[in-house]
């Protein structure tokens, strides 16, 4: 493939896997909505939601935000940003994660817990909290043989 070719690839092929991902959450919300959530299906569907809402978030959150030390970021190149711009460049993953972590907490915590979307809220925030922990966790440690983990 030339080089102009690899260039003018469509939006579609571009952003493939976000909008594949994305596809994916939404056919879950749908047959959720349409489910029982006290069956086996419906309970699964419920899941669902919350892991792949940590796929999309996951995809899209990496793709445009940089986490400091982070082998899963791409490296940016350093200008002279004040300090606080900085900070929050340098850690603008781990934001982003606490700010919308909060924030489903907040709706956690007014919803009925066992209401059909009060489950979903709950795994979410499950998910929001192990993702969270995976950016703190792979700034500092490796894992043997792991491509990420290579400096």
């Known amino acids: 493939m030339s080089e102009a ?10 952003h ?3 909008i594949s991902a994305t596809a994916v959450l939404l056919l879950w919300i749908c047959l959720y909505t349409v489910s029982s959530p006290s069956t086996h299906i419906g309970s699964f569907f ?22 400091k030390d982070s082998a899963e970021s791409r490296p940016l190149p350093k ?3 004040k300090p606080v711009l900085e900070f ?11 700010i919308t972590g909060v924030g489903w907490v907040i709706l956690y915590i007014v919803m009925d817990s066992e ?7 709950g795994n979410i925030v499950s998910e929001w909290t192990q993702i969270f922990g995976l950016v703190l966790l792979t ?3 490796i894992e043997r043989h792991s491509r990420e983990s290579r400096r």
């Not at 669902?48 to 796929?55: E, F, K, P």
């Not at 209401?115 to 809220?121: A, E, N, P, R």
């Open 16 to 18: 493939s896997l976000s």
């Open 79 to 81: 200008n002279l940003l």
């Open 46 to 67: 419920g899941n669902a939601i919350a892991d792949w809402s940590g796929v999309v978030v996951t995809i899209l959150a990496t793709k445009y935000l940089y986490e």
């Open 115 to 121: 209401s059909k979307w009060g489950q979903v809220v």
């Open 5 to 14: 070719q690899v260039h003018k690839r469509s939006f579609l092929h571009q």
């Open 88 to 98: 929050l460049r340098d850690h603008g993953l781990s934001i982003f994660l606490l």
């Open 139 to 141: 700034k500092r440690m």
